[in-house]
Nanobody, 124 residues
Framework: QVQLVESGGGLVQAGGSLRLSCAAS????????MGWFRQAPGKERDIVAA????????YYADSVKGRFTISRDNAKNTVYLQMNSLKPEDTAVYYC?????????????????WGQGTQVTVSS
């Protein structure tokens, strides 16, 4: 069992930055592919970024490439999402996810575990 707790969301102006953190319980954190999804009102939950267990491989949705960076610290059981140059269309609830599949598997959705979500609001 893995429990995920996100933090770092909030209100920011367009062009600003936020860093989301996701703290995971359990000693098997380093064996999971980790990712961030987001869901805006009335829309589906979509993949934003994902990172392999070692941190050596990453995936980004086209809409965030060059602006967001995913990273992980296996010693701290934590995954991060650095978000720069934020846009109003980035407004959503951001969810951390953990999955036993490899990177591309997680990008298809339906991970093993979800966090509770953290709200990110970008004002214009």
């Amino acid at each position: 069992q893995v429990q995920l707790v996100e933090s770092g969301g909030g209100l920011v102006q367009a062009g600003g930055s936020l860093r989301l953190s996701c703290a995971a319980s359990g000693r098997t954190f380093r064996s999971y592919t980790m990712g961030w999804f987001r869901q805006a009102p009335g829309k589906e939950r979509d993949i934003v970024a994902a990172i392999s267990w070692s941190g050596g491989s990453t995936y980004y949705a086209d809409s965030v490439k060059g602006r967001f960076t995913i990273s992980r610290d296996n010693a701290k059981n934590t995954v991060y999402l650095q978000m720069n140059s934020l846009k109003p269309e980035d407004t959503a609830v951001y969810y951390c996810a953990a999955d036993s599949r490899l990177l591309l598997g997680l990008t298809q959705g339906d991970p093993d575990y979800w966090g509770q979500g953290t709200q990110v609001t970008v004002s214009s």
